[in-house]
Nanobody, 121 residues
């Protein structure tokens, strides 16, 4: 059973940075990519970024980003592959949301509590 636990959210001013972490435990068998999603008040949950769970021995981590965060956010895995992080730079007010990690495509049973990111002056 895979468990995903998000952390690292907080309050930051526009233009600031935050790093979110997703601690991954359990078997990753059958999960080919992990991603970050977010849900702002009154909006549907949306995909933000994804990274492959296996680099096939190439040390290259294939990543993709939503257009709204491209060039500002970076998703990456740590060396032991047990954490997937999202470095968020140049944050905007519209980045305010609860951020979640999940597989890509997402599986209902993996949704956690998320972590709140608030961008405000």
């Amino acid at each position: 059973q895979v468990q995903l636990v998000e952390s690292g959210g907080g309050l930051v001013q526009p233009g600031g940075s935050l790093r979110l972490s997703c601690a991954v435990s359990g078997s990753m068998s059958g999960i080919y990519a992990l991603g970050w999603y977010r849900q702002a008040p009154g909006n549907q949950r949306e995909w933000v970024a994804r990274i492959l769970t296996s680099d096939g021995g190439t040390n290259y981590a294939d990543t993709n980003y939503a257009d709204s965060v491209k060039g500002r956010f970076t998703i990456y895995r740590d060396n032991d592959k047990s954490t997937v992080s999202l470095q968020m730079n140049k944050l905007k007010v519209e980045d305010t949301a609860v951020y979640y990690c999940n597989s890509v495509p997402p599986r209902e049973k993996y949704w956690g509590q998320g972590t709140q990111v608030t961008v405000s002056s």
